[in-house]
């Protein structure tokens, strides 16, 4: 059972980004996937969420500017960060909701974001 | 959806025993029981030691416990050790359908 990160980088403020989140291991369409982010030297934030059923939910901090969806397919959760901020700069973490809700297993390795200019 | 209230920091002496609170709202952690809480080790991904407010993993220590009274979850760590330093995240599910995760606490073996 294993999630792997991509698309992290450095970004201008405004800019837009596109994260992605290959899992492997186990049936990836019957579970609800998050994003999860850390600031540097700073403790963990709950992003977003994509249902098995499709249903998308998201933190009032990031609601409007990020998308999340799902390749099933692909065996793929990515997130769509549009009009990022300086505040936005985080790890980003994709995680599998295990049972639950709201047991997190496992998690990425994190792919880290910078918005500067 | 303000985060979940932890102590900042708590130590105590190895084999003590110590406890972290998480305080939400009736939304939150008073409403479900659907808390979970995560160790992260500096660099390291966080890791599921507890869900559903007091129940373990497997491969999960059995010095790690949880527990909830109202709007307030816990984490007790018995028999402290020094590899038990890490950081500690307490998380909720809400009643709008999202997660909210504690603030952190610092744990430090003395």
């Known amino acids: 059972v294993q999630l792997v990160e991509s698309g992290g980088g450095v970004v201008q403020p405004g800019k837009s980004l596109r994260l992605s989140c290959a899992a492997s291991?186990?049936?990836?369409?019957?579970?609800?996937m998050h994003w999860v982010r850390q600031a540097p030297g700073k403790g963990l934030e709950w992003v977003a969420l994509?249902?098995?059923?499709?249903?998308?939910k998201f933190a009032d901090s990031v609601k409007g500017r990020f998308t999340i969806s799902r390749d099933n397919s692909r065996d793929t959760v990515y997130m769509q960060m549009d009009s990022l901020r300086a505040e936005d700069t985080a790890t980003y973490y994709c995680?599998?909701?295990?049972?639950?809700?709201?047991?997190?297993?496992?998690w990425g390795q994190g792919t880290l974001v910078t918005v500067s200019s | 959806q303000s985060a979940l209230t932890q102590p900042a920091s708590v130590s105590g002496s190895p084999g003590q025993s110590i406890t972290i609170s998480c305080t939400g709202t009736?939304?939150?952690?008073?409403?479900?029981?659907?808390v979970s809480w995560y160790q992260q080790h500096p660099g390291k991904a966080p890791k599921v030691i507890i869900y559903?407010?007091?129940d373990r993993p497997s491969g999960v220590s059995d010095r790690f416990s949880g527990s909830k009274s109202g709007n307030t979850a816990s984490l007790t760590i018995s028999g402290l050790q020094a590899e038990d330093e890490a950081d500690y995240y307490c998380?909720?599910?809400?009643?709008?359908?999202?997660?909210?995760f504690g603030t952190g606490t610092k744990v430090t073996a003395l």
């Open positions: 291991g186990f049936s990836f369409s019957s579970y609800s």
């Open positions: 559903d407010v007091s």
């Open positions: 995680a599998r909701e295990f049972s639950g809700p709201n047991w997190f297993d496992p």
């Open positions: 009736r939304s939150d952690i008073g409403g479900y029981n659907y």
């Open positions: 994509t249902s098995k059923d499709g249903t998308t």
């Open positions: 998380s909720s599910y809400t009643s709008s359908g999202t997660r909210v």
